[in-house]
């Protein structure tokens, strides 16, 4: 992804470079034993697949239409804006600003109890699309609206990866 973004033919994804991969979180940690990960997984869908595959090489990925420019982040088959089926898969920045937020403090969710307390919020990327995801690595009451933070994975199991977000 050097130079101009590399738009991707819909249902495949990029081709990996190491050496540019502007919204990996280098040295981010994989969960310490995937096997014992207790949340709950994603559905892998059709649609969907192009956008996990490119999570598990710890690329953030968001669609693009063809026909009428309109970025779109959660991955569908046809455009929302115009409802063209001629979309692509492009490759996010990973950088954006928490556009809001809330803290939990309390649940009884499997596998969320041991995070308490956690960040989940809305993520307004670069690219002008808004990604619900949690904050990591960050302490939750130094967490505010307009916040700079990218993209980072964790590595939940062999072959998949969640993306989250940290401060930058």
Sequence with gaps: MTGDRQNVERGSAPTPNPTDRPNVERGSAPTP?????????PEISAESKPFWDACARHELLVQTCRACGSVQYYPRGVCATCWSPDVAWTPSSGRGRVYTFTVTHRTQARGFRDDLPYVLAWIELEEGVQ??????GVDPVKVAIGMPVKVTFED?????????????
Excluded: A, C, E
């Excluded at 939940?156 to 930058?168: H, M, N, Y």
């Design 33 to 41: 034993n995937p096997t014992d990960y207790t949340k709950p997984l």
């Design 131 to 136: 990604v619900m995801s949690n904050i990591v």
């Design 156 to 168: 939940v199991k062999d072959g998949l990866s969640i993306p989250k977000f940290t401060g930058r």
